[in-house]
């Protein structure tokens, strides 16, 4: 299979752990996108990455987050000091970046529960 | 107000029927607009898009965009059951990264 492939798929953690997701993206990919979906609402843009380099972030994140994507392959997206509100699924998408509208590959996502 | 507005529904249709799902967005600055589908516990995949004004055909689904209201709207003809799923409208933004809308839940009952 070579979607978009993210690890865990779940993750049940304590108020004030760290937790790490792993995101795997479609190879010849260069953009990388994080988004964050909560129940009944669509998902919501975290970050991007552009080959290596993180391009935008949004105001919305908070300095608990933090990603990276080393060499431009695979990126990880850690959360610092969880938080109940942090629950949510979190979403991963590649993109080829070509001309036209951004189509982005979503993978099955990383449900996190914050106890 | 949010970017992109769209009934969260749910929407419950018989087999055969033809399903609308409708957007409405607030920034007119962006002219790419895209459909995605979703299934429980699955990732959202890309049904179509569309550019600026205008309608596109995709066997059962034509989507279609009205700048001048700044009204999307999807049509899916002969729904069938395996057409339930969370239907996403999502607009290009800056840096074209997409915004999406809440999502409209679809149920075609047999």
């Known amino acids: 299979d070579t979607g978009v492939s993210q690890n865990p798929r779940h993750k049940i953690t304590k108020r004030g752990q760290n937790v790490t997701f792993r995101c795997d993206p479609i190879?010849?990919?260069?953009?990388l996108y994080w988004y964050r979906q909560t129940l009944g609402q669509g998902p919501e843009f975290l970050t991007y990455f552009q080959n290596e380099a993180q391009l935008e972030k949004s105001r919305l994140l908070s300095d608990r987050f933090s990603a990276e994507r080393p060499k431009g392959s695979f990126s990880t997206l850690e959360i610092q000091r969880t938080e109940q509100g942090d629950s949510a699924m979190y979403l991963c998408?590649?993109?080829?970046?070509?001309?036209?509208?951004?189509?982005?590959?979503f993978g099955s996502g990383t449900q996190l529960s914050v106890l | 107000q949010k970017e992109v507005e769209q009934d969260p529904g749910p929407l419950s249709v018989p087999e055969g029927a033809i399903v609308s799902l409708n957007c409405t967005y607030s920034?007119?600055?962006?002219?790419?607009f895209m459909w995605y589908r979703q299934y429980s516990r699955k990732g959202p995949e890309l049904l179509m898009y569309t550019y600026s004004s205008g309608n596109k055909e995709d066997g059962r689904f034509t989507a279609q965009v009205d700048k001048s209201s700044k009204y999307i709207s999807l049509f899916i003809r002969d729904s069938q059951p395996s057409d339930s799923a969370t239907y996403l409208c999502?607009?290009?933004?800056?840096?074209?990264?997409?915004?999406f809308g809440r999502g409209t839940s679809l149920i075609v009952h047999p």
């Open positions: 190879s010849e990919h260069n953009r």
């Open positions: 920034n007119s600055a962006f002219q790419y």
């Open positions: 999502a607009r290009e933004g800056g840096s074209y990264i997409p915004t």
């Open positions: 998408a590649s993109s080829p970046r070509t001309e036209g509208a951004e189509k982005l590959f």
